[in-house]
C-alpha cells in the first residue's frame, strides 16, 4: 500500500477480507496516521520521504526499491497523493490501483470534489482505476454514484464519497486480488 494521509481508507483495507495480505505501506509522509495504524497491526513500514533526497527521480528511484521488495500482488494507493512517473507505473503494469472521488472521467485531479461542486453537478461519486501515465486516466475497475445534496458544501461532500470509497476499494481490492490468483491457477 502507498498512503500519506488520514489513513482510512488504509484502514479500511485492513479491515476487511483482504487486509491480512497487506504485506506492507510505503509512505511519503512519516508522520501520516496510516504509519500509526500500520504499526500498530504490526505492518511493516517504509518511510520514502520526499524531502530527504536531492531530486524527485531519486526519491522515485528509492520509493520502486521499497515496493518492489514487498512483492505485492498489487500496489493500492490509499490518500497517496503523489503522481507516480511512468517508469514507476510501467515497472507494475497494470498493478497499481487508485481510488478518486469522482466518476471519471469527469473531474479529474486533486480537486475533483471541488470541481464537481463548481459545476453544479447533480451526481458524483468514487472511481477505482488502475493508473496508468496519466492523471485519473487509466482503466476504470468500478464506480459507484453518490448524488450531491442541495447547498452541500465540499468538506460534507468529500466524507460522503470516502464513505462509498471505504467500501468500494477493498471490493474492488479483493475482486482483482480473486481473479489474479484464478489466472494463476488455471
Known amino acids: 500500500m502507498l498512503a500519506s494521509g488520514t489513513g482510512t481508507l488504509f484502514e479500511a483495507i485492513l479491515d476487511s477480507g483482504v487486509g491480512a495480505d497487506v504485506v506492507g505501506l510505503v509512505t511519503d509522509q512519516p508522520n501520516a ?3 500509526h495504524i500500520a504499526q500498530s497491526r504490526e505492518i511493516e513500514v517504509h518511510k520514502v520521504s520526499l524531502g530527504d533526497f536531492d531530486s524527485r527521480e531519486s526519491w522515485e528511484s528509492e520509493l520502486l526499491e521499497q515496493v518492489e521488495n514487498l512483492e505485492p500482488d498489487l500496489i493500492v494507493t490509499a490518500g497517496f497523493m503523489r ?3 511512468p517508469a514507476f507505473v510501467d515497472h507494475f503494469p497494470d498493478q497499481i490501483v487508485n481510488s478518486h472521488p469522482s466518476l471519471l472521467p469527469r473531474y479529474p485531479g486533486a480537486h475533483a470534489v471541488r470541481d464537481a461542486i463548481e459545476a453544479h453537478a447533480a451526481v458524483t461519486g468514487c472511481t477505482i482505476h ?3 501515465h496519466g492523471v485519473d486516466t487509466g482503466e476504470i475497475i ?9 447547498g452541500e458544501g465540499e468538506a460534507e461532500l468529500h466524507e460522503r464519497i470516502k464513505t462509498v470509497e471505504r467500501t468500494l476499494l477493498p471490493q474492488s481490492v479483493e475482486q482483482l486480488l480473486i481473479r ?5 491457477l488455471q
Open 130 to 132: 488502475f493508473i496508468d
Open 33 to 35: 496516521r496510516a504509519v
Open 180 to 184: 489474479r490468483l484464478g489466472k494463476g
Open 142 to 150: 468500478a464506480q459507484t454514484q453518490v448524488r450531491v445534496q442541495p
Open 83 to 85: 503522481i507516480l512517473s
